[in-house]
T-cell receptor, first 112, second 113 residues
Framework: QQQVKQSPQSLIVQKGGISIINCAYENTAFDYFPWYQQFPGKGPALLIAIRPDVSEKKEGRFTISFNKSAKQFSLHIMDSQPGDSATYFCAASRSNDYKLSFGAGTTVTVRA | DTEVTQTPKHLVMGMTNKKSLKCEQHMGHRAMYWYKQKAKKPPELMFVYSYEKLSINESVPSRFSPECPNSSLLNLHLHALQPEDSALYLC????????????FGPGTRLLVL
């Protein structure tokens, strides 16, 4: 049972464009939502994370938007660069819980 | 410094071999994890160590045997693996099991022949 659903599976964007990845969850007990970026042959690296008490969080060109009522959150990559080409995983967890529930992943390709 | 290191980077082994994967962190984290990741899939949790004690085993076959010699080191001993065990094995750590931010190592790419 997949607790976090992620879409799209892949996307292609032109350099300078906006990449948008969406995630939805069912478990209302989730209260921590990180995004990981993974390059081929490397481990996932924490990109940005948000908690439900905040509707938006921005770090550089990366922004998380969070909609608690809809149980959805999304990652926006502004001014996408070829170096952003990677697989992005959303995830969710509960406080005091070890387990990260990952989305299926989105492969982003940024064309120069 | 948020670095988790793993050795070796690549490993090829036969089904009758015994090998070990190593993971190290010097961030003072008290929780360490082993994950398995297949191509184009998210990481799957295998084991969780909290304060050097195994706290979670996600029904992993006994041919995988974890070990935590001290708070900075985590090993994964491999024996009699199957070809379907070929994957990227990731180590991660966090300040505590209840602290959500997990930092991943680069992984060991394992190929079982």
């Amino acid at each position: 049972q997949q607790q976090v659903k992620q879409s799209p599976q892949s996307l292609i964007v032109q350099k300078g464009g906006i990449s948008i990845i969406n995630c939805a969850y069912e478990n209302t007990a989730f209260d921590y939502f990180p995004w990981y970026q993974q390059f081929p042959g490397k481990g996932p690296a924490l990109l940005i994370a948000i908690r439900p008490d905040v509707s938006e969080k921005k770090e550089g060109r990366f922004t998380i938007s969070f909609n608690k009522s809809a149980k959805q959150f999304s990652l926006h990559i502004m001014d996408s660069q070829p170096g952003d080409s990677a697989t992005y995983f959303c995830a969710a967890s509960r406080s005091n819980d070890y387990k990260l529930s990952f989305g299926a992943g989105t492969t982003v390709t940024v064309r120069a | 410094d948020t670095e988790v290191t793993q050795t070796p980077k690549h490993l090829v082994m036969g089904m009758t071999n015994k090998k070990s994967l190593k993971c190290e962190q010097h961030m003072g984290h008290r929780a360490m994890y082993w994950y398995k990741q297949k191509a184009k899939k998210p990481p799957e949790l295998m084991f969780v160590y909290s304060y050097e004690k195994l706290s979670i085993n996600e029904s992993v076959p006994s041919r995988f045997s974890p070990e935590c010699p001290n708070s900075s080191l985590l090993n994964l001993h491999l024996h009699a693996l199957q070809p379907e065990d070929s994957a990227l094995y990731l180590c991660a750590s966090s300040q505590g099991v209840a602290i959500e931010t997990q930092y991943f190592g680069p992984g060991t790419r394992l190929l079982v022949l």
